[in-house]
T-cell receptor
């Protein structure tokens, strides 16, 4: 199993540009999560999909952020327009149920986004 | 609401010495607890998880953690540190589908 695959690994863009981050979850995992990691705020859950349906997007910072999961093997996180404060590492994770409402996650290697 | 506290943002140990990374949790229900490791410029890798089975949980790379309900703790240990253990370690508690992560502990291993 190749694990959770994210692309690109690094992205440098100018303020105001659109940025699209991509994620391929592990086959058979029915849950997908996007997290953001910054020094100031640590790891924050942005959005959670279950069976390709967005269940909780309360962590999405603002309308500039959007996420889609058109099928079980692909998800995108888009920022339009991007701002310097969006600079962070964005992680995708896919998961399976552990029972009791909890999930076991496998994380991708992340996309380091720098907005200049 | 669930939460975790990691005591010590930086820990230094000598190679071969005991590693002890502290995590205390707060949970209103029996928790699921996790330790993850993050090497530089990489994602988070699961070290071990507690899911209400055995209280002593063994993970990868020689790490283990003990769930102590009376102390609300889930400390991570390794008997003998290797240089390759230098990384950042995160404790997390499951809040349904969400993980609540601690702020992380950066482990430095001294030669």
């Amino acid at each position: 199993d190749a694990g959770v695959i994210q692309s690109p690994r690094h992205e440098v863009t100018e303020m105001g540009q659109e940025v699209t981050l991509r994620c391929k979850p592990i086959s058979g995992h029915n849950s997908l999560f996007w997290y953001r990691q910054t020094m100031m705020r640590g790891l924050e859950l942005l959005i959670y999909f279950n069976n390709n349906v967005p269940i909780d997007d309360s962590g999405m910072p603002e309308d500039r952020f959007s996420a889609k999961m058109p099928n079980a093997s692909f998800s995108t996180l888009k920022i339009q327009p991007s701002e310097p404060r969006d600079s962070a590492v964005y992680f995708c994770a896919s998961g399976t149920s552990l029972g009791g409402g909890s999930y076991g996650y496998t994380f991708g290697s992340g996309t380091r986004l720098t907005v200049v | 609401a669930q939460s975790v506290t990691q005591l010590g943002s930086h820990v230094s140990v000598s190679e071969g010495a005991l590693v002890l990374l502290r995590c205390n949790y707060s949970s209103s229900v029996p928790p699921y607890l996790f330790w993850y490791v993050q090497y530089p410029n990489q994602g988070l890798q699961l070290l071990l998880k507690y899911t209400s089975a055995a209280t002593l949980v063994k993970g990868i790379n020689g790490f283990e953690a003990e769930f102590k309900k009376s102390e609300t703790s889930f400390h991570l240990t390794k008997p003998s540190a290797h240089m390759s253990d230098a990384a950042e370690y995160f404790c997390a508690v499951s809040d349904g589908y969400k993980y609540i992560f601690g702020t992380g502990t950066r482990l430095k291993v001294l030669a």
